[in-house]
Protein backbone atom coordinates (compact mmCIF):
# COMPACT_ATOMS: atom_id res chain seq x y z
CA UNK A 1 0.00 0.00 0.00
CA UNK A 2 1.04 3.24 -0.44
CA UNK A 3 -0.13 6.71 0.79
CA UNK A 4 0.63 8.57 -2.23
CA UNK A 5 -2.93 9.85 -3.11
CA UNK A 6 -4.63 8.55 -6.22
CA UNK A 7 -4.38 10.76 -9.39
CA UNK A 8 -5.95 10.61 -12.80
CA UNK A 9 -3.26 9.65 -14.90
CA UNK A 10 -2.25 6.42 -12.11
CA UNK A 11 -5.75 4.77 -12.16
CA UNK A 12 -6.14 5.22 -15.95
CA UNK A 13 -2.12 3.79 -16.39
CA UNK A 14 -2.13 7.18 -18.87
CA UNK A 15 1.20 6.99 -19.38
CA UNK A 16 1.39 3.11 -21.10
CA UNK A 17 -2.15 3.71 -22.48
CA UNK A 18 -0.52 6.66 -24.64
CA UNK A 19 3.19 5.01 -25.38
CA UNK A 20 0.80 1.92 -27.06
CA UNK A 21 0.66 3.77 -30.19
CA UNK A 22 3.79 2.84 -32.71
CA UNK A 23 3.74 3.75 -36.39
CA UNK A 24 5.76 2.22 -38.65
CA UNK A 25 6.21 5.34 -41.51
CA UNK A 26 6.05 9.01 -40.61
CA UNK A 27 2.88 9.92 -42.10
CA UNK A 28 0.20 11.73 -40.10
CA UNK A 29 -2.65 9.70 -40.56
CA UNK A 30 -1.47 6.54 -39.12
CA UNK A 31 -1.76 7.35 -35.72
CA UNK A 32 -5.06 8.41 -36.70
CA UNK A 33 -5.21 4.75 -38.23
CA UNK A 34 -3.86 3.35 -34.86
CA UNK A 35 -5.99 5.08 -32.68
CA UNK A 36 -9.53 4.29 -34.26
CA UNK A 37 -8.62 0.30 -34.25
CA UNK A 38 -7.05 0.38 -30.73
CA UNK A 39 -9.97 2.20 -29.32
CA UNK A 40 -11.80 -0.23 -30.71
CA UNK A 41 -10.96 -3.05 -29.46
CA UNK A 42 -11.52 -1.39 -26.15
CA UNK A 43 -14.92 -1.11 -26.65
CA UNK A 44 -14.94 -5.03 -28.13
CA UNK A 45 -13.19 -5.76 -24.50
CA UNK A 46 -16.35 -3.81 -22.78
CA UNK A 47 -18.57 -5.53 -24.91
CA UNK A 48 -17.53 -9.17 -24.33
CA UNK A 49 -17.55 -8.11 -20.83
CA UNK A 50 -21.48 -6.98 -21.08
CA UNK A 51 -22.22 -9.99 -23.24
CA UNK A 52 -21.01 -12.74 -20.33
CA UNK A 53 -23.19 -10.46 -18.06
CA UNK A 54 -26.21 -10.62 -20.38
CA UNK A 55 -25.68 -14.78 -20.43
CA UNK A 56 -25.21 -15.65 -16.66
CA UNK A 57 -28.27 -13.59 -16.18
CA UNK A 58 -30.11 -15.21 -19.22
CA UNK A 59 -29.40 -18.60 -18.10
CA UNK A 60 -31.20 -17.64 -14.49
CA UNK A 61 -34.09 -16.26 -16.08
CA UNK A 62 -32.81 -12.79 -14.55
CA UNK A 63 -34.21 -11.00 -18.03
CA UNK A 64 -34.62 -7.75 -17.40
CA UNK A 65 -31.70 -7.60 -15.37
CA UNK A 66 -30.31 -8.72 -18.82
CA UNK A 67 -31.91 -5.64 -20.43
CA UNK A 68 -29.23 -3.06 -19.03
CA UNK A 69 -26.36 -5.47 -20.56
CA UNK A 70 -27.76 -5.71 -24.04
CA UNK A 71 -28.69 -1.71 -24.38
CA UNK A 72 -25.40 -1.02 -23.35
CA UNK A 73 -23.95 -3.03 -26.15
CA UNK A 74 -25.91 -1.81 -28.72
CA UNK A 75 -24.84 2.02 -27.65
CA UNK A 76 -21.42 0.89 -27.50
CA UNK A 77 -22.21 -0.42 -31.23
CA UNK A 78 -23.65 2.85 -32.35
CA UNK A 79 -20.18 4.80 -31.06
CA UNK A 80 -18.36 2.33 -33.10
CA UNK A 81 -20.12 2.80 -36.03
CA UNK A 82 -20.05 6.68 -35.74
CA UNK A 83 -15.93 6.21 -36.03
CA UNK A 84 -15.86 5.02 -39.05
CA UNK A 85 -17.31 8.65 -40.38
CA UNK A 86 -13.77 9.87 -38.66
CA UNK A 87 -11.88 7.07 -40.33
CA UNK A 88 -13.46 8.39 -43.60
CA UNK A 89 -11.74 11.42 -43.16
CA UNK A 90 -8.48 9.77 -44.41
CA UNK A 91 -8.19 9.87 -48.09
CA UNK A 92 -7.07 7.33 -50.59
CA UNK A 93 -3.82 8.90 -51.25
CA UNK A 94 -3.37 9.33 -47.55
CA UNK A 95 -3.91 5.66 -46.83
CA UNK A 96 -1.62 4.65 -49.70
CA UNK A 97 1.53 6.38 -48.08
CA UNK A 98 1.63 4.21 -45.12
CA UNK A 99 -0.47 0.73 -45.72
CA UNK A 100 2.43 -0.92 -46.69
CA UNK A 101 3.70 -0.88 -43.09
CA UNK A 102 0.37 -2.63 -42.37
CA UNK A 103 1.73 -6.01 -43.84
CA UNK A 104 -0.66 -8.64 -43.68
CA UNK A 105 -2.11 -7.49 -40.66
CA UNK A 106 -5.95 -6.55 -40.62
CA UNK A 107 -8.95 -6.09 -38.68
CA UNK A 108 -9.72 -9.47 -40.22
CA UNK A 109 -8.04 -11.02 -37.43
CA UNK A 110 -9.26 -9.00 -34.39
CA UNK A 111 -9.93 -11.85 -31.90
CA UNK A 112 -12.09 -10.18 -29.93
CA UNK A 113 -14.21 -9.45 -32.67
CA UNK A 114 -14.48 -13.33 -33.34
CA UNK A 115 -15.32 -14.20 -29.62
CA UNK A 116 -18.05 -11.63 -30.09
CA UNK A 117 -19.58 -13.11 -33.15
CA UNK A 118 -19.07 -16.65 -31.29
CA UNK A 119 -20.91 -15.27 -28.21
CA UNK A 120 -23.83 -13.75 -30.29
CA UNK A 121 -24.33 -17.30 -32.55
CA UNK A 122 -22.21 -16.66 -35.34
CA UNK A 123 -19.74 -19.83 -35.17
CA UNK A 124 -16.90 -20.51 -37.65
CA UNK A 125 -13.71 -22.11 -35.92
CA UNK A 126 -11.83 -21.38 -39.25
CA UNK A 127 -10.95 -17.84 -37.45
CA UNK A 128 -9.40 -19.73 -34.48
CA UNK A 129 -6.18 -19.78 -36.77
CA UNK A 130 -5.06 -16.56 -36.76
CA UNK A 131 -4.55 -16.46 -33.15
CA UNK A 132 -2.10 -19.37 -33.07
CA UNK A 133 0.57 -16.82 -31.84
CA UNK A 134 -1.48 -15.70 -29.24
CA UNK A 135 -2.85 -18.68 -27.30
CA UNK A 136 -4.62 -16.57 -24.77
CA UNK A 137 -6.21 -14.97 -26.98
CA UNK A 138 -6.97 -18.61 -29.42
CA UNK A 139 -8.24 -19.87 -25.77
CA UNK A 140 -11.04 -17.15 -25.29
CA UNK A 141 -12.47 -18.18 -28.59
CA UNK A 142 -12.25 -21.86 -27.98
CA UNK A 143 -14.20 -20.87 -24.73
CA UNK A 144 -16.79 -18.80 -26.64
CA UNK A 145 -16.87 -21.31 -29.67
CA UNK A 146 -18.07 -23.88 -27.55
CA UNK A 147 -20.01 -22.61 -24.97
CA UNK A 148 -23.75 -21.53 -26.13
CA UNK A 149 -24.42 -18.38 -27.05
CA UNK A 150 -26.60 -15.55 -26.09
CA UNK A 151 -29.63 -17.14 -28.20
CA UNK A 152 -28.62 -20.77 -27.14
CA UNK A 153 -29.42 -19.43 -23.78
CA UNK A 154 -32.29 -17.54 -24.60
CA UNK A 155 -33.76 -20.71 -26.17
CA UNK A 156 -33.07 -22.36 -23.47
CA UNK A 157 -34.98 -19.32 -21.27
CA UNK A 158 -38.17 -19.80 -23.60
CA UNK A 159 -38.50 -23.46 -22.97
CA UNK A 160 -38.77 -23.04 -19.61
CA UNK A 161 -41.26 -20.22 -19.52
CA UNK A 162 -43.49 -22.80 -21.58
CA UNK A 163 -43.09 -22.29 -24.99
CA UNK A 164 -42.23 -25.24 -27.50
CA UNK A 165 -38.37 -25.10 -28.43
CA UNK A 166 -37.57 -28.63 -30.19
CA UNK A 167 -35.31 -30.50 -28.18
CA UNK A 168 -33.06 -31.12 -31.17
CA UNK A 169 -32.57 -27.02 -31.34
CA UNK A 170 -32.04 -27.05 -27.24
CA UNK A 171 -29.21 -30.30 -27.21
CA UNK A 172 -27.37 -29.43 -30.46
CA UNK A 173 -23.99 -28.74 -31.17
CA UNK A 174 -23.53 -25.38 -30.10
CA UNK A 175 -20.10 -24.80 -31.76
CA UNK A 176 -21.76 -25.43 -34.75
CA UNK A 177 -23.41 -22.74 -37.30
CA UNK A 178 -27.05 -21.98 -35.69
CA UNK A 179 -29.68 -23.37 -38.28
CA UNK A 180 -33.02 -21.53 -38.49
CA UNK A 181 -35.64 -23.12 -37.06
CA UNK A 182 -39.80 -23.30 -38.43
CA UNK A 183 -40.13 -24.14 -35.18
CA UNK A 184 -38.19 -21.69 -33.00
CA UNK A 185 -39.84 -18.88 -34.95
CA UNK A 186 -43.14 -20.25 -34.52
CA UNK A 187 -42.58 -20.24 -30.76
CA UNK A 188 -41.25 -16.59 -31.03
CA UNK A 189 -44.87 -15.79 -32.94
CA UNK A 190 -46.19 -16.57 -30.11
CA UNK A 191 -44.56 -14.35 -27.97
CA UNK A 192 -44.58 -11.22 -30.15
CA UNK A 193 -48.50 -11.89 -30.69
CA UNK A 194 -49.45 -12.50 -27.07
CA UNK A 195 -46.73 -9.82 -25.83
CA UNK A 196 -48.60 -9.10 -22.56
CA UNK A 197 -48.39 -12.69 -21.70
CA UNK A 198 -44.65 -13.04 -22.44
CA UNK A 199 -43.37 -9.51 -21.72
CA UNK A 200 -40.05 -10.16 -20.40
CA UNK A 201 -38.99 -12.50 -23.31
CA UNK A 202 -40.69 -9.98 -25.75
CA UNK A 203 -38.52 -7.01 -24.01
CA UNK A 204 -35.08 -9.64 -24.58
CA UNK A 205 -36.16 -10.19 -28.20
CA UNK A 206 -36.51 -6.63 -29.24
CA UNK A 207 -33.14 -6.04 -26.85
CA UNK A 208 -31.39 -8.42 -29.36
CA UNK A 209 -32.94 -7.80 -32.66
CA UNK A 210 -31.07 -4.14 -31.52
CA UNK A 211 -27.80 -5.69 -31.54
CA UNK A 212 -28.41 -7.41 -34.92
CA UNK A 213 -29.60 -4.22 -35.74
CA UNK A 214 -26.18 -2.53 -34.72
CA UNK A 215 -24.20 -5.09 -36.17
CA UNK A 216 -25.67 -5.07 -39.62
CA UNK A 217 -25.29 -0.64 -39.78
CA UNK A 218 -21.66 -1.66 -38.31
CA UNK A 219 -21.09 -3.60 -41.24
CA UNK A 220 -22.93 -1.71 -44.15
CA UNK A 221 -20.89 1.13 -42.30
CA UNK A 222 -17.36 -0.39 -42.47
CA UNK A 223 -18.18 -1.63 -46.35
CA UNK A 224 -18.32 2.01 -47.17
CA UNK A 225 -15.61 3.71 -45.80
CA UNK A 226 -13.21 0.71 -46.82
CA UNK A 227 -14.45 1.27 -50.51
CA UNK A 228 -13.94 5.01 -49.67
CA UNK A 229 -10.26 4.62 -49.19
CA UNK A 230 -9.55 1.54 -51.07
CA UNK A 231 -11.73 0.88 -53.53
CA UNK A 232 -11.76 -2.77 -55.15
CA UNK A 233 -8.22 -3.64 -53.86
CA UNK A 234 -7.90 -6.57 -51.88
CA UNK A 235 -7.73 -6.42 -48.12
CA UNK A 236 -4.64 -6.16 -46.65
CA UNK A 237 -5.55 -9.36 -44.68
CA UNK A 238 -5.28 -11.54 -48.16
CA UNK A 239 -9.23 -10.86 -48.09
CA UNK A 240 -10.71 -9.75 -51.43
CA UNK A 241 -11.73 -6.34 -49.69
CA UNK A 242 -15.38 -4.47 -50.32
CA UNK A 243 -16.69 -7.81 -52.14
CA UNK A 244 -15.75 -9.95 -48.74
CA UNK A 245 -16.95 -7.33 -46.66
CA UNK A 246 -20.42 -7.21 -48.74
CA UNK A 247 -20.91 -11.11 -48.33
CA UNK A 248 -21.24 -10.39 -44.54
CA UNK A 249 -23.96 -7.83 -44.72
CA UNK A 250 -26.88 -10.38 -44.99
CA UNK A 251 -25.43 -12.09 -41.47
CA UNK A 252 -28.13 -12.05 -38.57
CA UNK A 253 -27.23 -13.81 -35.17
CA UNK A 254 -31.16 -14.17 -34.37
CA UNK A 255 -32.83 -15.30 -37.53
CA UNK A 256 -36.28 -16.09 -36.45
CA UNK A 257 -36.32 -12.47 -35.04
CA UNK A 258 -36.02 -11.35 -38.12
CA UNK A 259 -38.62 -13.86 -40.19
CA UNK A 260 -41.17 -13.93 -38.09
CA UNK A 261 -41.75 -9.98 -38.90
CA UNK A 262 -43.07 -11.24 -41.79
CA UNK A 263 -45.57 -14.12 -40.29
CA UNK A 264 -47.46 -11.35 -38.08
Known amino acids: MTDTPMTYARYLALDTLLDCQHPQSGEGDEMLFIIIHQTKELWLKQIIRELHLAKRQVQADALVPAYKA ?100 LARDVSQPYVPSADVEAAFLTVYREPERYWELYQLAEKLVDLDDAMATWRHKHVLTVERIIGGKRGTGGTAGVSYLQGTLAKRAFPELWSLRTAL
Open 70 to 169: LARVSRIQSVMTQSWDILATMTPSDYSRFRAGLGPSSGFQSDQFRTIEYLLGLKDGGFLKYQEDRPQAQSAMQAALHAPSVWDDTLAAASRAGLSIPQAV
